[in-house]
C-alpha cells in the first residue's frame, strides 16, 4: 500500500493544484493593470491635481476625448499621465454617462443607478452601495426598476434574450470569461459608446469594450429590458 500511494502521491499532487488553479480562475475578476493604461476622456474640464489631495494644485486641465494613461489607481482616484503632466483625478470626475438620449425611462434608471456607484469598492458577495461585486451591481441596478436578478454571472446570463454584439443598446448585459476554463464569471452593464459599468478589483468603473483584454473574453450579450 506505502508503495502504491507513493507511486500515486506525485499525481495527487498535481490534481490538487490543478483544481485549485480552476477555482482561482474562475472567481478572479480583472484588475485595472492587467486591462489596459489608455482612457479616453467623456467629460470636460477635469482637473488634474499635483497629488491625491483634492485642494492641491491644478497641474493640467482634461477636455472630451483627451486620451490620458492611467499609472496607477486607489478606490477613488486614478494618477495619470497627460502630454508631459503627471498627477491626479477623481475616478467619478473621468467617468460621467450622459443619459439624456436614452429614451427609455427604465433603461435610463438603469444606468443612471449603476453610474452613481461609480468608486464604489469591490467587494465579493457585495450586494449594496457600501460594496460591489459584478453580479451584485447588476441585480442592483435592475432592482430599481423592479427587476429581480439572481446574485450570480452565470445566471445572469441565462436570462434575456440574446442580441447581437454590435446590436446592443444601453441597458443590455455583457458577460465575459475571465478565468479558466471559459466559463461566464463576469458581467457590466453596457452604457453606449462601446462602454459598460462593471465592479472590477478597483471597484465599480467604466470599461472600454474596444480593449482588447475585453473583446477577447466576452462571451454574449443580453437584453432584460426591452
Not at 25 to 54: K, N, Q
Not at 155 to 174: E, H, R, T
Not at 178 to 199: C, D, E, M, Q, W
Amino acid at each position: 500500500m506505502k508503495r502504491i500511494m507513493k507511486f500515486f502521491w506525485p499525481f495527487l499532487v498535481v490534481i490538487v493544484l490543478a483544481v485549485f488553479a480552476v477555482i482561482l480562475g474562475h472567481f478572479r475578476h480583472p484588475s485595472l493593470s492587467s486591462i489596459h493604461t489608455e482612457a479616453t476622456v467623456y467629460t470636460e474640464g477635469i482637473s488634474v491635481r499635483r497629488t491625491a489631495d483634492s485642494s492641491s494644485p491644478v497641474v493640467e486641465k482634461l477636455h472630451t476625448n483627451d486620451k490620458i494613461n492611467i499609472l496607477s489607481s486607489t478606490s477613488k482616484q486614478y494618477k495619470v499621465r497627460y502630454h508631459s503632466a503627471t498627477g491626479w483625478i477623481q475616478k467619478c470626475d473621468l467617468f460621467r454617462i450622459n443619459t439624456i438620449g436614452i429614451q427609455n425611462a427604465r433603461i435610463s434608471t438603469i444606468v443612471n443607478t449603476a453610474d452613481k456607484q461609480i468608486s464604489v469598492p469591490y467587494l465579493f458577495g457585495g450586494i449594496t452601495p457600501t460594496g460591489f461585486d459584478c453580479s451584485g451591481l447588476t441585480q442592483y441596478a435592475y432592482a430599481k426598476i423592479g427587476i429581480s436578478l439572481p446574485h450570480s454571472s452565470s445566471k445572469q446570463a441565462q436570462m434575456g434574450i440574446s442580441i447581437p454584439l454590435n446590436k446592443i443598446l444601453p441597458g443590455d448585459l455583457l458577460f465575459f470569461a475571465t478565468g479558466k476554463p471559459r466559463a461566464i464569471n463576469h458581467v457590466g452593464l453596457y452604457v453606449g459608446n462601446s462602454l459598460f459599468i462593471a465592479a472590477n478589483n478597483e471597484g465599480t468603473s467604466i470599461c472600454d469594450l474596444q480593449y482588447p483584454y475585453w473583446k477577447n473574453k466576452i462571451i454574449c450579450t443580453k437584453r432584460i429590458v426591452s
